[in-house]
């Protein structure tokens, strides 16, 4: 995928275990991806983690800088994955793109025939 973050990425210590876990069991390209995301991030405690920054199961508001879109997605493990409930997976290209990104973050990724879509996060709601 190999997006390009206008913002830091910030991912918690619990997050990122999880994460590595889930990459080093999955040989996918979707894996991979991710895993190139997240060696982007810089890893916290999660007590030091702003509250406003996508994390796994937090609830994300994203608009399609391009197309004005907004949709609004629970980040899930594969297992959790189900698009009727907009639960999407952290292996899907959104997935990865969203997470440790803060509100006000955008991110920007290549799709087929050259061209890109790009994301900005207005809102972030922490899983109860």
């Known amino acids: 995928m190999s997006g390009k973050s206008t913002s830091e990425l910030i991912i918690s210590t619990v997050d990122y275990t999880h994460l590595m876990q889930l990459i080093e069991k999955t040989d996918t390209s979707a894996a991979d991806a991710?895993?190139?995301?997240?060696?982007?991030?810089?890893?916290?405690?999660?007590?030091?983690?702003?509250?406003?920054?996508?994390?796994?199961?937090?609830?994300?508001?994203?608009?399609?800088?391009?197309?004005?879109?907004?949709?609004?997605?629970?980040?899930?493990?594969?297992?959790?994955?189900?698009?009727?409930?907009?639960?999407i997976s952290i292996l899907s290209p959104v997935g990865s793109a969203l997470i440790g990104l803060s509100l006000g973050g955008a991110i920007e990724w290549p799709i087929p025939q050259g061209k890109f879509r790009r994301l900005k996060v207005i809102a972030v709601k922490q899983p109860q």
């Open 34 to 87: 991710l895993d190139e995301e997240i060696s982007r991030a810089k890893v916290v405690d999660t007590t030091d983690l702003p509250k406003n920054t996508v994390t796994m199961n937090s609830l994300v508001t994203f608009s399609d800088i391009d197309s004005k879109e907004e949709k609004t997605v629970q980040l899930v493990y594969p297992q959790e994955a189900d698009i009727n409930q907009l639960k």
